[in-house]
């Protein structure tokens, strides 16, 4: 199974300790992505997002500064928000990426979870679900290598066009999903691969999306794709050591959230319910961390596992450590 991280290059004040600048915080990621390719791990992803809290608007940007100091891993984005982005300028910029990185660009695309975009490229709210729709079937067609002939709503359209540069294989292009079953659908229809984001609750609720992804791909015609999970999660040498680590930062991430979105402020209960074995926090030793993955992976069929672990910022030196030992420790064991 492939194992990796993800960031959104977070900028999150945690008690006394002010949040870095936002070139502060991108040069570490650009590290931070070294270091995963270091341990032997697969694949970094850097999501999209608009807000004063998030230095990484320009997700393709920040992974061709990986692509130049890596060889190997796989770069993705973590993830497009597809519906409020132009799918001819996204393809060319994922283009781009993966030529420069020798072919080892990804593009995951999704619907986002923050809707900053929205008015900051001038869509309405209203066209949430058909701007994707619509974007990701041009995505889509551009993708394939012959002119495309195009008209749709949001846009202007394409007469027996071809976009520049092309890549030379077909362009892996995943949809990101939070748990809507349209979504899962979606993808299994268009045999796409599938990335489930499991940021709460219990990861087994999601044995039924994963079931109807099979049915719709086989709907659809198409052969068995790989399903991939992002979870929030950090290793450390004790447990102890782990929950000392991650819970401040993290419950200071998740309150200010909840706050704009009315949830209830994160607590060390809530916590510690999702860091057990049923729960969607992956926290804890090497061992306890690869047990929950092994077990997730085993009850959802997943090819690629993918680590979110600077949730709220984290010192450097702390993310590092736990790169080291989630490709050191945790991989060998859940391979």
Known sequence: MEMGLTTFAEMTAVGDRPAPSAGQRLREVVDEAVATERA??????????HRA?????????????????TERIRLTSAVTVLSSADPVRVYQE??????????RAELMAGRGSFIESFPLFGYDLGDYDELF??????LLKIRENEPVTWSGKFRAPLRDTVVYPRTERP??????????????????LLGLPLAIA???????????????????????????????????????????????????????????IG??????????????????QSGSLFVGT??????KIAAVRDDLGLERFMLHTSVGTLPHENVLRTIELLGTKVAPQVR
Request: no cysteine.
């Open 286 to 291: 090497p061992d306890y961390v690869a047990e």
């Open 40 to 49: 032997g791990l697969d694949v970094y992803g850097v999501g999209e997002h």
């Open 171 to 188: 362009l892996p292009v995943w949809i990101a999903v939070g748990g809507t079953p349209e979504s899962v659908a979606r993808a299994g």
């Open 133 to 138: 729709d619509e974007k990701l079937a041009l």
């Open 259 to 276: 706050r704009e979105r009315g949830w209830a402020p994160m607590t060390r209960d809530h916590f510690d319910a999702l860091r057990s």
């Open 94 to 103: 994922f283009a781009t990426l993966d030529l420069l990185s020798g072919g």
């Open 198 to 256: 499991i940021i709460g609750g219990q990861p087994a609720r999601f044995t039924p999306l994963v079931d109807l992804y099979h049915r719709a791909l086989a709907e659809g015609g198409h052969e068995p794709r790989p399903v991939a999970v992002h979870a929030h999660g950090y290793v450390a040498e004790t447990d102890a050591q782990a929950v000392h680590d991650f819970y401040p930062p993290y419950a200071a991430a998740m309150s200010a």
């Open 53 to 69: 809290d998030f230095a990484a608007s320009a997700p393709t940007v920040v992974l061709s500064a990986i692509a130049a100091r």
